[in-house]
C-alpha cells in the first residue's frame, strides 16, 4: 500500500510552471528559464528557475534579460502594420515603390559553379511578402557577416536589392530575415524616422516595455542571462557567447536588426502578446486597429506550402507565436486565451532538455486553460 501511494504520488502532474522544469535544471540539461502565463487582462505566473551564471551559481531572477532573437520580427511587423493602419502604406505596395534600389531586381532560374541564369520575375516583391517570407530573398546577405548587427538599414537592404530573388515573389516560403529587414527599412523611410526610435516612441515606451532595447545598459547587462550549449560529452553545459551579435553588447555601433536584434524581459514580452490578444489594445490605448490584428495573425502562405505563416507570426490552428535562436518561444494560444512565454538562453541542449518547453507548455494549458 505504502509503495503503491508513493508510485500515484510520483505520478501527480506538476504543481506549477517552475516545477515542471525544475528537473531539467537538476539533470544539468537546462541552465535555467524564466516561465509567463497570462491572460489577456493580467499576468497568471511569473516563475524562474535555475541559473543566470551556472558557475558562478547566480540565480535566474523573474526579470532576467534575454536576447529574444527572431522573437523581434512579430514586434517588427507589429510596428509596420501601424503604418498600414495609418495609409501610408499597403501590405500589396511593391517594395520598389518605397526602395527605388530594389528596381529591376531578378530572380535566379538556374545556377552552378561557373554561371547564374537570370530572368525578370512575374512581378516584384511586395511589403506582404517580406513580412510572410515569400519575397524571394535569401536569409541574409554577403556582407552580414561576421554578424548580423554590422550593416545599418540602409545598407543592409541596398545589399539585398543588389542580390537577385531566388524564387518567384510569392510562390515559396524562404524564412528570411532579409525581408524583414526590408520592411523595417521601408518603415523609417516613410516615417521619416529611424526605425529604433520608432520603435521606442511608438510600441516600447507606450506599452510600459522598459528592458526591451537594441542595446542592453549597464543594468540591463548585469540580469542578462548567459547563453549556453552542450558539452563535447553532450552530458552538460558549457557557457557560449551569442555567435550573431557583436560584442561588446551595449556598443552604439551595433546597428539595430529589426529580424533578430532586441533584448527583453518575459513581462515585457506578455505585455506585447496581451495588447496583440486584446485585438490591438492594452490599458485603454489602441497601438493597432482589430483588423491589422487579424491580417497579422491569419495565415498568409498560400494553401499549397506546407509553412503556414502570417505577417511577422508562425501560425497554427490554435494560435501563433514565434521562437528566437537561442530556443526562446512566445505565443498566444487564441483557443484557451493565454500568452505564453518562455525565455532561455540555449544554442542546444543536453539530454532531455530540449523537452522542457514543451513540459511549461503542458503544465500551462492544464493549470490555467480552463476545463
Same mark, same amino acid.
Given at each position: &500500500?505504502?509503495?503503491?501511494?508513493?508510485?500515484?504520488?510520483?505520478?501527480?502532474?506538476?504543481?506549477?510552471?517552475?516545477?515542471?522544469?525544475?528537473?531539467?535544471?537538476?539533470?544539468?540539461?537546462?541552465?535555467?528559464?524564466?516561465?509567463?502565463?497570462?491572460?489577456?487582462?493580467?499576468?497568471?505566473?511569473?516563475?524562474?528557475?535555475?541559473?543566470?551564471?551556472?558557475?558562478?551559481?547566480?540565480?535566474?531572477?523573474?526579470?532576467?534579460?534575454?536576447?529574444?532573437?527572431?522573437?523581434?520580427?512579430?514586434?517588427?511587423?507589429?510596428?509596420?502594420?501601424?503604418?498600414?493602419?495609418?495609409?501610408?502604406?499597403?501590405?500589396?505596395?511593391?517594395?520598389?515603390?518605397?526602395?527605388?534600389?530594389?528596381?529591376?531586381?531578378?530572380?535566379?532560374?538556374?545556377?552552378?559553379?561557373?554561371?547564374?541564369?537570370?530572368?525578370?520575375?512575374?512581378?516584384?516583391?511586395?511589403?506582404?511578402?517580406?513580412?510572410?517570407?515569400?519575397?524571394?530573398?535569401?536569409?541574409?546577405?554577403?556582407?552580414?557577416?561576421?554578424?548580423?548587427?554590422?550593416?545599418?538599414?540602409?545598407?543592409?537592404?541596398?545589399?539585398?536589392?543588389? &542580390?537577385?530573388?531566388?524564387?518567384?515573389?510569392?510562390?515559396?516560403?524562404?524564412?528570411?530575415?532579409?525581408?524583414?529587414?526590408?520592411?523595417?527599412?521601408?518603415?523609417?523611410?516613410?516615417?521619416?524616422?529611424?526605425?529604433?526610435?520608432?520603435?521606442?516612441?511608438?510600441?516600447?515606451?507606450?506599452?510600459?516595455?522598459?528592458?526591451?532595447?537594441?542595446?542592453?545598459?549597464?543594468?540591463?547587462?548585469?540580469?542578462?542571462?548567459?547563453?549556453?550549449?552542450?558539452?563535447?560529452?553532450?552530458?552538460?553545459?558549457?557557457?557560449?557567447?551569442?555567435?550573431?551579435?557583436?560584442?561588446?553588447?551595449?556598443?552604439?555601433?551595433?546597428?539595430? &536588426?529589426?529580424?533578430?536584434?532586441?533584448?527583453?524581459?518575459?513581462?515585457?514580452?506578455?505585455?506585447?502578446?496581451?495588447?496583440?490578444?486584446?485585438?490591438?489594445?492594452?490599458?485603454?490605448?489602441?497601438?493597432?486597429?482589430?483588423?491589422?490584428?487579424?491580417? &497579422?495573425?491569419?495565415?498568409?502562405?498560400?494553401?499549397?506550402?506546407?509553412?503556414?505563416?502570417?505577417?511577422?507570426?508562425?501560425?497554427?490552428?490554435?494560435?501563433?507565436?514565434?521562437?528566437?535562436?537561442?530556443?526562446?518561444?512566445?505565443?498566444?494560444?487564441?483557443?484557451?486565451?493565454?500568452?505564453?512565454?518562455?525565455?532561455?538562453?540555449?544554442?542546444?541542449?543536453?539530454?532531455?532538455?530540449?523537452?522542457?518547453?514543451?513540459?511549461?507548455?503542458?503544465?500551462?494549458?492544464?493549470?490555467?486553460?480552463?476545463?
Amino acid at each position: &500500500m505504502i509503495l503503491l501511494l508513493a508510485l500515484l504520488l510520483l505520478q501527480e502532474p506538476p504543481a506549477s510552471t517552475s516545477a515542471a522544469l525544475k528537473p531539467y535544471v537538476e539533470r544539468r540539461e537546462l541552465a535555467g528559464a524564466v516561465a509567463l502565463v497570462a491572460s489577456k487582462d493580467k499576468i497568471l505566473s511569473l516563475e524562474a528557475v535555475g541559473f543566470q551564471d551556472v558557475a558562478a551559481s547566480i540565480p535566474l531572477k523573474t526579470d532576467a534579460v534575454f536576447w529574444i532573437a527572431s522573437q523581434s520580427k512579430p514586434i517588427t511587423a507589429a510596428a509596420v502594420m501601424m503604418l498600414v493602419d495609418e495609409g501610408k502604406i499597403a501590405l500589396d505596395d511593391p517594395v520598389e515603390k518605397h526602395l527605388p534600389e530594389f528596381k529591376g531586381q531578378m530572380v535566379a532560374v538556374e545556377r552552378d559553379a561557373d554561371h547564374v541564369l537570370l530572368r525578370k520575375p512575374a512581378r516584384p516583391p511586395t511589403i506582404r511578402d517580406c513580412l510572410n517570407h515569400t519575397s524571394g530573398m535569401k536569409f541574409s546577405s554577403p556582407m552580414e557577416k561576421p554578424t548580423l548587427d554590422g550593416l545599418s538599414l540602409k545598407d543592409a537592404a541596398r545589399s539585398y536589392a543588389m &542580390m537577385p530573388l531566388e524564387s518567384e515573389p510569392g510562390a515559396k516560403y524562404q524564412y528570411s530575415n532579409a525581408g524583414i529587414n526590408t520592411a523595417a527599412r521601408i518603415l523609417e523611410v516613410v516615417a521619416g524616422v529611424s526605425y529604433e526610435a520608432f520603435m521606442h516612441d511608438r510600441l516600447f515606451a507606450p506599452l510600459g516595455m522598459k528592458d526591451t532595447t537594441f542595446w542592453p545598459d549597464e543594468g540591463q547587462l548585469a540580469r542578462l542571462a548567459k547563453p549556453y550549449k552542450p558539452n563535447a560529452a553532450k552530458d552538460g553545459l558549457e557557457e557560449t557567447t551569442i555567435s550573431q551579435l557583436t560584442y561588446p553588447l551595449h556598443q552604439p555601433h551595433r546597428q539595430p &536588426m529589426p529580424a533578430g536584434g532586441l533584448f527583453s524581459t518575459a513581462s515585457d514580452c506578455a505585455r506585447f502578446l496581451r495588447m496583440v490578444l486584446h485585438g490591438g489594445e492594452l490599458e485603454g490605448r489602441r497601438y493597432l486597429s482589430e483588423a491589422a490584428v487579424k491580417e &497579422m495573425t491569419k495565415r498568409q502562405t498560400p494553401e499549397a506550402l506546407k509553412d503556414s505563416y502570417g505577417l511577422g507570426w508562425s501560425v497554427g490552428a490554435d494560435g501563433y507565436g514565434h521562437g528566437g535562436a537561442l530556443a526562446t518561444d512566445m505565443r498566444v494560444d487564441a483557443k484557451r486565451g493565454l500568452v505564453l512565454v518562455y525565455l532561455v538562453q540555449h544554442a542546444g541542449f543536453a539530454g532531455e532538455g530540449k523537452n522542457a518547453q514543451g513540459a511549461f507548455r503542458k503544465t500551462a494549458e492544464r493549470l490555467f486553460g480552463g476545463p
